[in-house]
Every structure is written in C-alpha cells, then in structure tokens.
Nanobody
Framework: QVQLVESGGGLVQPGGSLRLYCATS????????MSWYRQAPGKERELVAS????????NYVNSVKGRFAIFRDNAESTVYLQMNSLKDEDTAVYYC???????????WGQGTQVTVSS
C-alpha cells in the first residue's frame, strides 16, 4: 500500500522557519522524482519545488527561490522542505507528490497546513 505522510506544518510568524517532512512507503522511493505543491484558499494548486531521484536536480517556483530548499534521503524514503523567511503569502496546505520517470505512476499525500501570521 502506497503511503505519503506529510508532517511539520503549523503556525509560524512572518520571517520564521519550518521544515516539512514527507515520509513514504509502498513504492521504490529512490526511483521517483519528488515534489512539494501547495494550495492556498481560493487558488489553484501550484508546484513549489521538485527534486530528481538522485538529488542531482532541483527546481523551485520563483516566489520561494533563496528561501526554501528541497532535499531527500533515499535511505529513509523521505523528502523534506526547509522553509525560511516565511511570508504571509506562503500560507497554504502543502502536499508532497511522487512521480515515476515514465509518467505512469504518481502519488499524493494528504497535505499539511502551513499558516504564516503574526
């Protein structure tokens, strides 16, 4: 059974930091590209960051470049999102996603809420 379980969300003040975790099981993690998406109220889900299966390539949406970092531990089947210098507009539900290299399989987690507010 495939599982992606996000954690680490919460309430943080502007300028603060959070680290999100996505623990996975049920598929061969090291073969999958992993991504973090987010969806704010009334907005479409957007890709925040992605990392290739071997960590050689990362991509970020412009609004988080220099503030967020995605990394993974293939031995632990876990992907992380380090979020620094958080802004109000980072408030959203954050989801992790796993995609195989052939576009056949992709899996989503249930999401974790991040709220940035003073």
């Amino acid at each position: 059974q495939v599982q992606l379980v996000e954690s680490g969300g919460g309430l943080v003040q502007p300028g603060g930091s959070l680290r999100l975790y996505c623990a996975t099981s049920g598929f061969t993690f090291r073969h999958y590209t992993m991504s973090w998406y987010r969806q704010a109220p009334g907005k479409e889900r957007e890709l925040v960051a992605s990392i290739s299966s071997d960590s050689s390539r990362t991509n970020y949406v412009n609004s988080v470049k220099g503030r967020f970092a995605i990394f993974r531990d293939n031995a632990e089947s876990t992907v992380y999102l380090q979020m620094n210098s958080l802004k109000d507009e980072d408030t959203a539900v954050y989801y992790c996603r796993a995609e195989d290299g052939f576009g056949i399989y992709n899996y989503w987690g249930q999401g974790t809420q991040v709220t940035v507010s003073s």
